[in-house]
């Protein structure tokens, strides 16, 4: 068995007097990726706003890499402290700033007089464009606004920072919502390439044939409930559909 990173156990969450999530366990083991599906309105996005620490739990146990936290301590900073990144469906990128900038917002490299290291982000950030994003060319450029990247590469951006980052855990929120053929191509091979560097995330996508591309594992949720929790081996991409067919009636 691989060792567990992310335990999310029991978790409650509710809004006022509905139950959005109830009785949930998640579990993410080292470099796996876990799909996580179900249809609109089964507290895919009310989870992810849990583990990424943009909403508070109820109640419920949160672990990551074997260390216990106090849930109602947890928030976005402690689980990028805990090596847990999310990119969101609109990259969460900056448009009109450098990419430099954009890569390390909030988190400033600075010299030995306390300056912003301005020259060692850039070679950072080129690097990454060059080696993760596979751009090449003279027009490549570090201080670039991120508006001058097709969409599959700001998404490809996002992943690239959470990588750089030494993010352990990647939650994937949508990622190819919106994008051409060729763009999601693009952020599919990025995904692919976490787990060559080490890196376990959580996929959530409504594209069946995505999900069952690059995911090792199916969580699926409906009405706040874990429903299925299914190894890929162990099922086809049709019985998923049937699945969902099923949990969703």
Known sequence: MSKEL???ENIYKSYGKVDVLKNISLT???NETLGLLGDNGAGKSTLIKCLSGLEEIDKGSISINGKKLNPKKYNIKKARTYGLETVYQDSSLAKEQE???NIFLGRELVNFFGFI???KE????LNLLKNFLGLRGSGVLADSKVSTLSGGERQGLAIA???HFNSKI???DEPTTALGIKEV??????IKALREHKKSSIFITHNLAHAYELSTRFLIIDKGEVKENILKKDISLQGLQNTLLRVAK
């Open 6 to 8: 992310l335990a999310f």
């Open 185 to 190: 191509k693009k952020v599919l091979d990025f």
């Open 117 to 119: 290291d301005i020259k």
């Open 28 to 30: 993410l083991y080292e």
């Open 99 to 101: 990419i430099y900038k």
């Open 122 to 125: 850039k070679a950072i950030s």
């Open 161 to 163: 920072r959470a990588v």
């Open 170 to 172: 990647i939650i994937l």
